[in-house]
């Protein structure tokens, strides 16, 4: 049975990335699906790489960005 903590752990998106989510307090990817991409893209640290990851990791649970479905 898949564990649901590990489901919704966040991918490997670098650490400037994953501290600037913590610091908006998103720490799980259920959480990163509530932002745009443009939203994202606003947060020092945050770039397109770790975007890309994370676009990869939410359609692969079948979930997109907010204003993305």
């Known amino acids: 049975m898949p564990n649901p903590e590990t489901e919704d752990s966040l991918p490997s998106i670098g650490k400037p990335a994953t501290r600037a989510l913590a610091n908006i307090g998103i720490t799980r990817l259920s959480q990163v699906a509530r932002l745009s991409k443009a939203e994202l893209g606003e947060l020092h640290g945050v770039g397109p790489k770790a975007i890309g990851i994370l676009e990869k990791a ?9 204003g993305s479905r």
């Open 58 to 66: 939410l359609a692969a649970r079948g979930k997109a960005f907010a």
